[in-house]
């Protein structure tokens, strides 16, 4: 009797299981804020394959339906792969053709169980995910992390925006805040993540959503000093540096 070859066995590569085991091109932190009239975003355009920041124009903030604003640190592979989700779930909501369409809410939840389903499989999608969005008058934030770990709060921030921008938020946030304020707050916290973060590039875009839909500012610079004494010698002072 003809036995199969070991190589169709268990270990043949028809049987192999693809994983993405370590994200490559990565974009940094997102920031988020609720303000009087909606929800506010921000996110740099690097995209950093390793640590060479390898791209310096990726969007990494879309639009999703009519109330919904999204914005991905991490993989932008798997980031261009949940767009590709959204955008099915969109379109089989809007071919009801019943005049309702998905909110924010909606769509966090859906992004809860898609992250967490990745995550049970063993197969995570490697992004951190902020949405917000208007409906009916009613603001929503909220994040979800790569293992859909998740929450909603009145100001959110993945990646290192988590350890050095919510501070500042916290600090300075209120319910009350108009539009220019929270853009002068969002650029603050960004300026704040572009001294630290070796990701972060000086390129950014704010979004903004309301009643009215989604507005994405072109791309600029913000001013920024690298003449503190403490970027010129950072390590006076430390105890056993080089």
Request: overall charge neutral; glycine content about 10%.
């Amino acid at each position: 009797m003809d036995q199969k070859p070991f190589s169709q066995g268990l270990l043949s590569s028809e049987a192999d299981s693809q994983r993405t085991l370590y994200p490559y091109v990565t974009g940094t932190s997102v920031v988020a804020l609720k303000y009087k009239d909606g929800i506010l975003m921000a996110a740099d355009m690097g995209g950093s394959y390793g640590s060479t920041l390898r791209y310096k124009s990726v969007e990494r903030m879309k639009s999703i339906g009519k109330h919904s604003l999204l914005g991905a640190s991490g993989e932008l592979s798997d980031f261009q792969e949940i767009l590709r989700y959204l955008d099915e779930l969109i379109l089989y909501d809007n071919m009801w053709d019943d005049g309702n369409s998905l909110g924010p809410k909606e769509v966090h939840s859906y992004l809860t169980r898609v992250m967490y389903n990745r995550r049970n499989k063993f197969n995570p999608l490697w992004s951190s995910l902020v949405l917000g969005g208007v409906k009916n008058g009613e603001k929503y934030l909220g994040m979800v992390s790569m293992i859909g770990v998740h929450f909603e709060d009145n100001h959110v921030a993945t990646g290192f925006g988590n350890h050095l921008a919510r501070p500042i938020l916290r600090e300075e946030w209120h319910e009350n805040l108009s539009f220019e304020d929270g853009v002068k707050l969002l650029e603050k916290c960004m300026r704040v993540l572009l001294y630290r973060d070796r990701s972060a590039v000086n390129k950014l875009q704010i979004a903004k959503i309301t009643e009215e839909g989604v507005t994405v500012s072109q791309p600029y610079s913000l001013k920024t000093f690298w003449g503190f004494s403490a970027f010129s010698n950072p390590t006076v002072g430390a105890e056993g540096s080089w």
